[in-house]
């Protein structure tokens, strides 16, 4: 009955690469986002969806490109992987995209670029 | 811009003693705060939020937070802790204009001596 899941929770690839890690939630929220944790632990925003509409999209690559099929569902792509990429990813979703609503997170995805 | 600061990286105590880790915030108009916690290889969990109301919000496994305006702080704190309060303490903030982005703490590592 896991709420926010992730897949994989380890990528290792070598540089130039191009990965996905998926997303899933089963707690019925309109709104889910994309985090990076870089080796510090720092927290950042990445995207969010929210009904399937893209309402935050950060100072990000652009080789970096969210995908949400459907509510439930929000992937991450990854193009030509760089060092510096490596991190770790969390998804998180919650009920809309109103203040007061909290947000639920995955489990992560450890992404090691060699 | 809204941003959080957690002023202390590292906070040690001892087992059954009052723990207090400390949050002062930024940001316009009335915040929406929230508590995280993150044990090692896991995503985050929710403890509490503060939206609106009594300034002392109770959250998950004993923990509460003192909204303070005037201070612009959170300070999260437990009477008694316990070595499995052992783990990393993000507090973030969100803004009421609009903005729903959710900004974090650089985090703050617990240690919980037995």
């Known amino acids: 009955d896991t709420a926010v899941s992730q897949t994989p929770k380890y990528l290792v690839t070598q540089m130039g690469n191009d990965k996905s890690i998926k997303c899933e939630q089963n707690?019925?929220?309109?709104?889910m986002y994309w985090y990076k944790q870089d080796s510090k632990k720092f927290l950042k925003i990445m995207f969010s969806y929210n009904n399937k509409e893209l309402i935050i999209n950060e100072t990000v690559p652009n080789r970096f490109s969210p995908k949400s099929p459907d509510k439930a569902h929000l992937n991450l792509h990854i193009n030509s992987l760089e060092l510096g990429d490596s991190a770790v990813y969390f998804c998180a979703s919650s009920q809309s995209w109103g203040g007061t609503d909290t947000q639920y997170f995955g489990p992560g995805t450890r992404l090691t670029v060699l | 811009a809204q941003s959080v600061a957690q002023p202390e990286d590292q906070v040690n105590v001892a087992e059954g003693n009052p723990l207090t880790v400390k949050c002062t915030y930024s940001?316009?108009?009335?915040?929406?705060l929230f508590w995280y916690v993150q044990y090692p290889n896991r995503g985050l969990q929710f403890l509490l939020k503060y939206i609106t109301g009594d300034n002392l919000v109770k959250g998950s496994y004993g923990f509460e937070a003192e909204f303070n305006k005037s201070q612009t702080s959170f300070h999260l704190k437990k009477p008694s802790a316990l070595v499995s309060d052992s783990a990393l303490y993000f507090c973030a903030v969100r803004g009421r204009g609009g903005d729903y982005k959710l900004s974090f703490g650089a985090g703050t590592t617990v240690t919980v001596r037995a």
């Open positions: 707690l019925g929220h309109d709104t």
């Open positions: 940001v316009s108009g009335n915040p929406y």
